[in-house]
């Protein structure tokens, strides 16, 4: 398995909300904006931070990331929920890690998405924010039936005299890089392949909750985690970390809905080794490194058992040769 880039630390990266009827502060005016859903921050969205953080050192001002939540298709769609690959907190804190610390978030709404891509630009982009300067990737498209294009936005940057970058697709390993093709990834459960088009593996935030105590009658105490109900990771067994306290430890885990027991809502469930600390209502991140097996309905608890230490030793030697994060 190739080595990720790490994991990124928890910077406290500066979300400003917008409202398009009040201004914006002059001392966030004038940024350079990278324009982008932004979703899982991977290798591709990472080359727009580079060319706004290029553009921004060129017209002597910062870069910043200019983004949407929730995503458009939650508004337009919303009985075929996105599966998101980072939910808001974690995009920011990524972005920041990215070299995009200041997040501009536009809540996206029905309102929003009747403005016009010209109005757009020029009372939002220019107007509000006073942009000093745009990026955008080849698809992005926004405004009123979409109408806005890299095309359009580089000609009306011209006449606005803000430069404006299109950054070309992203290839990795020779795909285009994209956040649907990580998300069908994370639903074969090929989370090895997730994590090279991330650039560092996928990893989830949650609270360790009380579950139903099986795992610790098994000899498997488990952390437990709900995810979010859009999550379509495939139901399987994962080798897995788990940042405790900002330290990372390795595991074992498991996704699905316990077809040995209850066939319940899905739910994580991670094994710490060697650990024995108290981890309920802690905050936690859980990183898959690989995938294991499918979930399965054993016949006897034994035998479930002895899968289970199966899993751990497989996990262990996964987890041996993964360089540190």
């Not at 739910?267 to 979930?295: I, M, N, P, Q």
Request: glycine residues 8%; charged residues 25%.
């Amino acid at each position: 398995m190739s080595s990720q880039a790490d994991v990124p630390p928890s910077p406290e990266p500066a979300a400003v909300v917008l409202d398009p009827d009040r201004p914006v502060p002059d001392a966030l005016r004038g940024a350079v904006l990278a324009l982008g859903n932004f979703d899982g921050v991977h290798r591709g969205h990472a080359e727009l931070a580079r060319a706004a953080a290029a553009m921004a050192r060129e017209q002597g001002t910062v870069p910043a990331a200019f983004t949407f939540e929730p995503h458009p298709r939650s508004v337009f769609r919303p009985e075929e929920p996105v599966f998101r690959l980072t939910p808001p907190a974690l995009k920011f804190e990524l972005l920041a890690a990215a070299g995009l610390p200041r997040v501009f978030v536009l809540p996206f709404d029905r309102d929003i998405a009747s403005i016009g891509a010209e109005r757009f630009v020029d009372e939002l982009l220019v107007g509000q924010l006073g942009a000093a300067g745009l990026v955008c990737g080849y698809d992005f498209h926004f405004g009123k039936g979409r109408t806005g294009s890299p095309e359009m936005l580089q000609a009306h940057g011209l006449m606005a005299h803000v430069p404006v970058a299109v950054v070309p697709p992203f290839s990795w390993r020779g795909e285009a890089v994209s956040s649907s093709l990580i998300r069908s990834a994370l639903q074969e459960g090929d989370v090895a392949r997730a994590a090279d088009f991330l650039g560092r593996p996928w990893f989830v935030r949650g609270i360790v909750a009380h579950g139903d105590k099986r795992g610790r009658d098994l000899g498997y105490p488990t952390a437990n985690m709900h995810l979010p109900r859009d999550c379509r990771l495939r139901h399987g067994i994962y080798a897995v970390r788990m940042r405790i306290d900002g330290d990372w430890h390795d595991g074992v885990a498991s996704f699905g809905s316990r077809p040995t027991f209850d066939d319940g809502a899905p739910r994580l469930e991670t094994f710490v080794f060697d650990f024995s600390g108290d981890l309920y209502g802690h905050k936690v991140d859980v990183a898959f490194v690989d995938w294991l097996r499918r979930e399965a309905k054993f016949d006897s608890l034994e035998a479930l058992i002895a899968q289970m230490d199966a899993d751990s030793l497989r996990a262990r030697d996964i987890l041996a040769k993964t360089p540190p994060f």
